[in-house]
């Protein structure tokens, strides 16, 4: 039992024999000490109190009396096991007097926890049809080629290089790693000081965010588009304006001419997962630079093309470094790593690293270095052809299966999940509810949406998490679901 769970006011009103039995009584409700457990013998108590033993023993046997402690001959005083179990956080909160939030709570500037965001239930691994996106199937993960990665960045001479502080520099040999291998497969060539590692996307997103946009700018974003991003904008007050879309994507015409950052997701659009042709990117940079834009490419799945062959990255087309390059390296592999990087011109990168230094100073760098191991050992090159090859297939699977129960969706040539046009009538998130029965889990559209009035219609299936077999069966089920709500 921690000894900082007694600390008496020896100059209250209230006497030492009460406030001890008060610290009993809030540990032993408030859960922090269970049933059953021992607490200290009187004498020992009294001397970590510096108080006399007869005040701990009054104050132990008023906890007997009323069944809060429990004396076990020979043995000790114990919490104890018969009573009520104590209140989850969520009654306990409840029974405050005060409904209000404290003082400190309302000179709170901003409210992030308002926001609208993508959600799914946390426990989808329990359902046995995951359509869910952005997540993967752990089966597939190469654990012991990133153990032997990892026993070598655990290595003496490797430690040297990571266990201490590096002022917000990354590890030289990821930074080469990215620049030899992963950028030239995008067309793109970037020197080391062009390359800042993050801690993922949404990192590399929200400080390019902090560093061009203030409430004079505006930013221009695609509508559907990534909620994350619309988020980061409104807490640091940008203005936005959600641009149109059409069956390549971004259209760039003058909707996005008083833009000052514009971001965009050119090899698939993040959600509907079309490509952006080659002439419609070459279109878009010549507006960007009459109108002196600033560009952010999110690259999230570059890979994931199975039908043609990847269009180089908008950054490879870029001859005045008007395009920020945001890449990743969990994404698509496993996203729980949370590393990416951002490739921009120097200037840029050197402010990216600047502010990041204030933020986390830099991304764990044993994280790096096994991360780097990874790539420089093959590892990465095996498990993307790997990756590639299966997830053709299950998107293959998908794309038959949805034809057969007749769901209209958006043709594509790749991407990791599928965006789904109901009928008009629809409610993705009734349909979710109704699905979830069947053990299947998907995605509503309407989050992805920024309108007044949002598309009830739409909804996301992915198909990177769930395995190939249960693909059929788990389309069965979701026909089952959308056939019972038209007939309700």
Known sequence: MSESLFILDKESDESLQLQIRKKFVSAILGGSLPAGEPVPSSRKLAGQLDVSRITVTQAYNSLIDDGYLTSRERSGIYVSDRLTLPLTRDQRQQTKKSPLPSPVFQQMKH????????????NWRDYPYPFVTAQVDKSLFPIAAWRECSRQALS???????TEDRLGTDDPFLVEQIRTRLLPTRGIHAGEEEILVTAGAQNSLYILCRLFLNNNTLFGMENPGYPDLRNIIQCIGSRIRYLKLDNH?????????????????????FPTTVTMPLQRRKELLERAETNNTLIIEDDYEPELNFENSPTPALKSLDNNGRVVYVGSLSKSFFPGLRLGYLVASKEIIQEARALGRLMHRHTPTNNQRTMALFLALGHHDALRKKLRKIYKNRWLEMRKGLEIIG??????SGGSSFWVNGSKDLDSKELLQEVLKKGVVLEPGAIYYFDAIPPKNNFRLGY????????????????LALNGINKT
């Open 111 to 122: 409210r992030p926890s308002h926001q609208q965001n993508i959600e799914k239930p946390a």
């Open 156 to 162: 003496l001479n490797a430690m040297a290089d990571w």
């Open 249 to 269: 994507g971004l259209i760039p015409d003058q909707q996005i001419d008083s833009c000052n950052v514009l971001a965009v997701t050119p090899s698939h659009q």
């Open 407 to 412: 769901l209209n969706f958006q043709k594509s």
């Open 464 to 479: 990177t998490a769930i395995e190939h077999p249960s693909i059929k069966n788990g389309l069965g089920q979701l026909r």
